[in-house]
């Protein structure tokens, strides 16, 4: 369906992602955005903020255009699942915003499709596909910390104020720190957790949490605890009302490695970022990865390898079908722990 070199994009949404996926595209040469579907025209063109990019009404329009070639979903949360599925039965690849779907059952929905269709769905974890996540894991790999027995993982920040309205706030939009923000953390840990077995990705055998449901029925913060069957435990946290380290912290039997201010990779503009390894006795080794592209660029040129190749997942440690869908059910276990869902 592609020109053999280049995959054409249509962006479902016009919001503040969408613009950052557009950013990131502009840097690559195996891709191009090729419209952008929204309910107003009229908005994203008055502000001029996709440049050229033509700007369609309605999300029907892009998936009826058979010079797109993949679809990325940057819709409110629980419009996630219908517009998945109604672009891969229109016989586009997808990649979906996190978090993929309301529930892993809305997931599970959503890669049928895909694979019916023979298409490539993907969540868009970038920070999964980023050179910063390989180098944590060739460390822990060469036993740089021994043996892996605590991960400690955050993700939160503090609205500058209390609006009722905002969709992180609403229910109704899939707000909430866990659904917003948790899927982070969790993949991270699932990830690290399975690091000795990538071909069977370990699911928590335990999952018990806290949090706080403000007045709008979100959470407002979070915290959870898995365990693992190798014994591997991780702990936690997502906020919207509490500015957080977001350190990433993996505690081994000969030391514990750190990496500072993790989910973008080395930043969003690209720069370096240190894998520090601190052993037991206190001494410091830092590993520099270097990885000059957007955040955005990274995700958006992994995705059109996989889509040019043929293939029908991202490479590991991109998340995969049985991945996101695992991930959704720890969500899921999270929000019933917390009183979320009855």
Partial sequence: ????????????????????????????????????????????????????IPIVAGYEAVLRDPAIDAVYIALPHPLHAEWGIKA?????????????????????AMFAAAAGAGVLMAEAFMYRVHPLTRGILDVLNRGAIGEIRLIHSSFGFNMPMFLPEHRLLSKALGGGAVLDLGGYPVSMVRLLASHATPARMLEPVEVKAVGRIGATGVDEWASASLRFENGIVATLSVSLAAQQDNVLRVFGSQGRLE?????????????????KVIDNQGRVTAETIEEPRHVYTVQFDALNRSILSGARELEYPGMNARDTIGNMAVLDRWLVEIGYRS
Avoid: Y
Avoid at 1 to 30: D, H, K, P
Avoid at 89 to 106: D, I, N, Q, W, Y
Avoid at 260 to 275: E, P, V
């Fill in 259 to 275: 990496v500072d201010d993790f989910w973008f990779g080395t930043g969003r503009l690209g720069g370096t970022k240190q894998i």
């Fill in 1 to 52: 369906m592609n020109n053999g070199n280049q995959v054409r994009w249509g962006i479902l949404g016009s919001g503040r992602i969408a613009r950052a996926f557009v950013e990131g595209a502009q840097g690559s040469t195996l891709g191009t955005v090729a419209a952008i579907a929204s309910r107003d025209p009229s908005r994203p063109a008055a502000d001029g903020a996709f440049g050229e």
């Fill in 88 to 108: 891969a039965r229109s016989g586009k690849h997808v990649l979906c915003e996190k978090p993929f779907a309301m529930s892993s059952t809305e997931a599970e």
